[in-house]
């Protein structure tokens, strides 16, 4: 009988059960618009305040700082677009391994503007060259900044810190994008250099099709979405009242549960790179695999091998969900941009596998044997 073994967490988690019962009850018994006066619309109105105050106390933040969104990508795009169309940016700044959501938007946007966008240069182990990164905003003085805390198919981590420190030397804006990171590491957004953050709750076990946008006091970017005055008029559109309470309850659960699941996970990782290092002859890692990287992510790169080229077909066969990139380009016929951008070997076969509370070691062995059995000699 085939096993079912999902290790593909970095494009989405399934649902945590206490989420799921959490969204029932306020869809059986929560029917009110939040901007409406009546009882009804200000029960609503209290409990999406109080998600809201919740989110906040967690990520170290005020509740005002705080914007429901529809996901990461709206998120990024907000934050973006937002502060670009006030005519206050000068120079755009990224990486180019960023996630789509940040490179295709950054490239629209600059040509829109007319606003000059350059590349941090990476290391030999896909982290950004800092020397570089000061290099650029020693040239401009109200630069946008926008690089991912966690790389969602390598793993690599930035240091928010130093990062943020550095931008506000230099009189710049910082963004990151935290879809990978928030629900698995700590935040103090008081304490952080960080103006603007994007988070999205699939990622950390909670609902699909919600997220929210971090926005540091002061800022006010141009809404993306106009419409009504939601959000504080910030974002337009009656709120996604039941995902954003499951949402909720999914980074509460996160931070909970944090330093187990973080233990946990991290053995499944060590144990899996392991076993994958003894049973393959010449397999490598992309990225920072032993350095600042994601706990959650594992990009290996195989030898040429004659079933390779349809590898994560041949897994899904033997009920096994990994993937090649990220889950946002899955049609695209180019190959990882993430994986080009850091000079991976573009003949040999690269697989993400990314793991979650709900894995364990009898699901890692059986994924190291299946691949072992498939690389083995024809």
Known sequence: MT????????ATTPLHPEVVEAMLEHMRNTHGNPSSIHASGRTAKALLEKSRRS??????CAPSEIFFTSGGTESD???LSGLIDRGEVSHLISSPIEHHAITHTLEYLGTRRGIP?????LMHNGHIDPGHLSELLSVSPSALVSLMHGNNEIGNMIDL????????????LFHTDAVQTVGYFPFNLQVLPVDLLSASAHKFNGPKGVGFLYLKAGLQPEPFIHGGGQERQQRGGTENLHSIVGMTRALELAYAH??????HIRGLRERLIGQLRERIAGVYFNGDVEGHSLYTVVNVSFPLHPNGEMLLFNLDIHGICASGGSACSSGSQVGSHVLQGIGADTGRHHVRFSLGYQNTEEEVDYVVETLSELLSNP
């Not at 096993?3 to 970095?10: E, G, H, K, L, T």
């Not at 966008?117 to 240069?121: E, H, T």
């Not at 944090?258 to 233990?263: A, N």
């Open 258 to 263: 944090m330093k187990e699941k973080e233990v």
């Open 3 to 10: 096993r079912s073994v999902y290790f593909d967490n970095a």
């Open 55 to 60: 989110i906040a106390q967690l990520m170290g």
């Open 77 to 79: 795009n907000t934050a």
């Open 161 to 172: 810190q130093d990062v943020g420190s550095l931008c506000r030397k230099n009189g710049a």
């Open 117 to 121: 966008l350059s590349w941090v240069r």
